[in-house]
């Protein structure tokens, strides 16, 4: 049995630990332990863990310091701060840099000790953190610290000791370097001219296999909207193809809906008449996430769906006009629904991007349901209504639109928060089946397959 092994039993008072197959240093099976994955099944970490065949009841007891300390001593060379560098660390007075192949991490203090993934600071069973275990030292800095190239330890002047996987800090800390695991492509109608496999899922395949459930995700992921094909031409089919995805997401049009333009609803929507590339629910603090389309039947001309991708007409403004784009993006216009029963009103900026990555992170676009400005003051109205001009008119070109003629068994999902809709105006009856789908839960999926991380 190895020194390290043993030291590894000796800290964690248990007859065993669990070997990788790959065989991890002794240092990274311990920072392993501090920073299992959130989506971990119960049974994953208890394999990890070792507790499948033995048991340890220690594992989630804060372990002997001392003993941690000697095993991090015997597998990594600690520097201290007045030694200011370690390979690839440098020790700053209030934060930590950390070089790791191209990625430049700047991690403060302060930080580093409050995510603390130790069981200590942070419950494994229930993926919290344990806020009131220690009070937060804000100018706190470290005694000791080691970097081997995966694994980063650090000792408080309490003693406590943290320690994190390279992987767990480029996943999770403030860099601009951060990128999407599923490219987007946004696209106009050149670009979706180009796309040899379209965005579209068999029905089948998307009901009965994981792989089909994913692909479909990641259609969503990476053109912001997708198909089902073959789907059974009803509003059930409708309603099972969406909640394959998620639940549905009630608002006061109900649950779902089917309807023709019989002017049920004091909406645009309900008529006969066309509507240019809008967001829907933008009236809402937080607008659905998806709306799925179904055409049940039309008998007569016209009503084609019109797709924009919202995020390429945004990033084409940010390049022609970025004064334009600055303005969308920090001024807040409140957008609002109003009818006999209802008074719904929101706030939020046309534009908003990513705090971290600075890419596109929604739109919020409906010229239909803009309320008055009165957020805007009236030394900024004359430039917020010329940029929403120049947004406007970078989505009504005629590049930017592709048109789609649905028919009964294709279902339509479009992510709201990126692509609009509209469609042509049309003659005969017209009967569409749809619902809206919540955001964070379609998100959770795509979390779940791993197609997203931010």
Known sequence: MSTNTKLLQQLFKCTSIYQHPIRLSAVQQVSSLHTLPRESSPKQQQVFLGAKHHSCPSIFRQPDLSCLKTVYRSCSSFVSPQGSRNRDITLNKEELSVRYGHYHLDLPYVWLRDHCRCDVCYNHQTCQKNIDNFELDLDIRPTEVSFDGTVLIIEWPDKHLTSYNIDWLLENTYHDQHRDRVERVLWNKAIMATVTEQPMVPYEDFMETEEGLKEHVKNLMKYGFSVITQAPPSHEGTLAVSQRLTFLQPTFFGPSWSFTSDMAFGDTAYTTLGLGAHTDNTYFMSPSGIQVFHVL????????????????????????????????????????????????????????????????????????????????????????????????EEIRKPESEVWLKLKPGMVLFVDNWRVMHGRSSFTGLRRVSGCYLPRDDWFEKARLFGLQNL
């Not at 309320?371 to 947004?391: E, G, M, R």
């Open 297 to 392: 039947e039309h008998q007569g001309t016209g009503g084609e769906t019109l797709l924009v991708d919202g995020f390429f007409a945004a990033e084409t403004l940010r390049q022609d006009n970025p004064t334009a784009f600055k303005c969308l993006s920090e001024t807040v216009v409140a957008h609002e629904f109003y009818d006999s029963d209802h008074r719904v009103r929101s706030l939020g900026t046309v534009l908003s991007i990513h705090p971290t990555t600075k890419k596109m992170f929604s739109i919020r676009f409906n010229p239909y349901d803009r309320s008055p400005l009165h957020t805007v003051p009236p030394d900024q109205i004359k430039k917020f209504y010329k940029s929403y001009a120049a947004l406007t």
